[in-house]
């Protein structure tokens, strides 16, 4: 049985830090890739970061560059996304999720099979 739990969310002042975890079990970790989305009341779900099963790449949206660094750490089964200057606007539950294609589209969230069940992230301005 897949299962991905998150960790690490909570109430932040702008400008603040925080630090995402997400665990999985399972599964190959070592041979998958993984991704952080992100939503918003009243919103779709949005990709926010996503890395390579080598680690050998990382994709980043545009509103978070510079700003979020997502890691993976193949001893411990974590993915974990480190989360500076956080703004008013990154308020959302974030969700950490598994593909496992070869190549996949890491934006999209069609891509990914299993889904932890979020976290939710309060930036307070």
């Known amino acids: 049985q897949v299962q991905l739990v998150e960790s690490g969310g909570g109430l932040v002042q702008a400008g603040g830090s925080l630090r995402l975890t997400c665990a999985v079990s399972?599964?190959?970790?070592?041979?998958?890739?993984m991704g952080w989305f992100r939503q918003a009341p009243g919103k779709e779900r949005e990709f926010v970061a996503a890395?390579?099963?080598?680690?050998?790449?990382?994709y980043y949206a545009d509103s978070v560059k510079g700003r979020f660094t997502i890691s993976r750490d193949t001893a411990k089964n974590t993915v974990s996304m480190q989360m500076n200057s956080l703004k008013a606007e990154d308020t959302a539950v974030y969700y950490c999720?598994?593909?496992?294609?070869?190549?996949?589209?890491?934006?999209?969230?069609?891509?990914?099979?299993?889904w932890g069940q979020g976290t939710q992230v309060t930036v307070s301005s």
């Open positions: 890395i390579s099963w080598s680690a050998g790449s990382t």
């Open positions: 399972g599964l190959t970790f070592s041979a998958v890739g």
């Open positions: 999720a598994t593909t496992r294609r070869i190549y996949p589209d890491y934006y999209s969230h069609e891509e990914y099979s299993y």
